[in-house]
Nanobody, 120 residues
Framework: QVQLVESGGGLVQAGGSLRLSCAASGSIFSINSMGWYRQVPGKQRELVAAITSGGSTNYADSVKGRFTISMDNAKNTVFLQMNSLKPEDTAVYYC??????????????WGQGTQVTVSS
């Protein structure tokens, strides 16, 4: 069983910054990748940024140059540094972990979500 605990959401003015954290715990053999997705009401959940355990990253075009994803492999924790925030970044942000259990079965789980609101 793997659990994710997210933190760092909140309300910020346009142009401001926030840092999201997501820690994975439980029966983890290894982490394949972790990432952040976001969703607004009435729309599909979309990828914001993802990172593999080897450090390869992938960003949505809308956040390139403003957001930075990083991972502390020793702590199974992923961070999303969000700078130059825009009102259109307002959404519920979800952490996703793709891991390998001690049984070598693959586990993909989602966090509970954290609200990010950017005021204009």
């Amino acid at each position: 069983q793997v659990q994710l605990v997210e933190s760092g959401g909140g309300l910020v003015q346009a142009g401001g910054s926030l840092r999201l954290s997501c820690a994975a715990s439980g029966s983890i053999f290894s982490i394949n990748s972790m990432g952040w997705y976001r969703q607004v009401p009435g729309k599909q959940r979309e990828l914001v940024a993802a990172i593999t355990s080897g450090g390869s990253t992938n960003y949505a075009d809308s956040v390139k140059g403003r957001f930075t994803i990083s991972m502390d492999n020793a702590k199974n924790t992923v961070f999303l540094q969000m700078n130059s925030l825009k009102p259109e970044d307002t959404a519920v942000y979800y952490c996703k972990a793709d891991s390998r259990l001690p049984s070598f079965l693959r586990s993909i789980i989602w966090g509970q979500g954290t609200q990010v609101t950017v005021s204009s």
